[in-house]
Every structure is written in structure tokens, then in C-alpha cells.
């Protein structure tokens, strides 16, 4: 079956994560060029909290230098929590800011564009990822993404997605990335109930999707 994406292609990333050099530039600048990134750490904290759950198994998706992890486990020192990057890079930064994490974080080298990636994963209660979706480099892969992600998902867990949004006064690029509406489509696509909009600031959206009770 043809889909109205069949003829495009993927978008050439500017930069490679994969090398030291660019994932640590991108570490040094990203707060800076978005400070707001701290009000959605915050947010990513009260949803999970509102789990209300002793044992709390996490997994990030493109987790990068550890930003969002290292507030969460603040907040929820008891979690476990796997942390999902295709570089290695990126992650050899994450075990610098994390420093003395619990033994419960588990580093995993694997790019969610590939099939078969989480293959070596259990589920998990929450499923979190912030400015990561858009590295599919088409917004044409969310749904696949959101619908895998939903078999990872234990019931009554929930997706926590966090990504840039287009519009007029956020990005331009409609081929990478999608407006908020069609960000919650595709999560509706996917099968995942109650979907809402947690947050929205500074070019950013925050998506809760949650996976009933059977």
C-alpha cells in the first residue's frame, strides 16, 4: 500500500552525534539555545511522580548527554533506568554527568531507526525521549517509532514525548518535523489512549500518551 511519504527521502543530519567533537558541542549549546529545556525536565518529573509507583522501570530514547536522566533521577532515585542512544559518544558524556548514578542505570548502544532494536528490552512502565523523534530525519517513521514503543510499554504505562513542533513562529522544515496536531495524531495512530498536551513553550511540545489497563 503507497502512503503520500513514499517518494520522499530522509533529511541529511548537519552534524554526526556519533563523533565526540559534535555530540559535545551539541551538550554545551543546547541549554543555552533553549533554556525552557528546564521547565520540561520538571514536567517529565511530575508525570512520572503521578504514576505513583515504588518500583518505576524507565527507558529514554536517544538519550543523549544525560541531561533529562540526570533530572529525573534526581527526583526518582529508586527508578531503573535504560538509557537508549545510537552513539557512543553520547553516552561516554552521560556516564560523566550521571557520575555516581545508581547501579539501576543500564546503557544501551542502538539506533530505534534500525529494525529489530529492542530486541534486548523488557517493558517498562514509562517510555520517555525529548528532542530525539525528530532524528528519524522524516517525520514519515513517528508512527512506526510510537507503535513499537507501545509494545514496550507495560499496561497503564505511559509515552512521554517531547520534541520541536512547526508553525509559523517555530520550525519550517515540514518533512522532519510535524505540527502538534499531527504529533498527537500519530500517537492516536498508533494506539494510544488519552493523549494530551502536557506542555508547549519555546519551539517545544510535550505529549503524554498512556496505555490502558487491560
Request: hydrophobic share 40%; proline share 4%.
Amino acid at each position: 500500500m503507497r502512503t503520500p511519504f513514499d517518494n520522499y527521502e530522509d533529511i541529511p543530519s548537519p552534524i554526526d552525534l556519533r563523533a565526540m567533537q559534535d555530540a559535545r558541542a551539541w551538550s554545551d549549546s543546547a541549554m543555552q539555545k533553549r533554556p525552557c529545556r528546564e521547565d520540561f525536565f520538571n514536567a517529565f518529573v511530575t508525570e512520572l511522580r503521578s504514576l505513583c509507583l515504588n518500583e518505576l522501570s524507565i527507558l529514554e530514547l536517544g538519550s543523549g548527554p544525560g541531561f533529562l536522566a540526570e533530572q529525573i533521577l534526581k527526583y526518582l532515585p529508586n527508578a531503573t533506568y535504560t538509557m537508549l542512544d545510537f552513539s557512543a559518544a553520547m553516552h561516554n558524556l552521560a556516564r560523566r554527568r550521571l557520575g555516581n548514578s545508581p547501579q539501576s542505570v543500564r546503557f544501551v548502544l542502538a539506533n530505534f531507526k534500525e529494525e529489530g532494536w529492542p530486541s534486548s528490552l523488557q517493558p517498562f512502565n514509562a517510555v520517555v525521549t525529548m528532542q530525539a523523534v525528530h532524528e528519524l530525519r522524516h517525520k514519515r517513521h513517528a508512527l512506526q517509532l510510537h507503535s513499537t514503543v507501545l509494545r514496550l510499554l507495560r499496561q497503564g504505562g505511559v509515552y512521554l514525548v517531547c520534541d520541536h513542533y512547526t508553525s509559523e513562529d517555530a520550525m519550517t522544515n515540514t518533512d522532519l518535523f510535524m505540527t502538534v496536531e499531527e504529533q498527537r495524531a500519530t500517537l492516536d495512530n498508533a494506539g494510544f489512549e488519552s493523549v494530551q498536551c502536557v506542555l508547549q513553550k519555546g519551539g517545544l511540545v510535550l505529549h503524554r500518551a498512556d496505555k490502558l489497563q487491560a
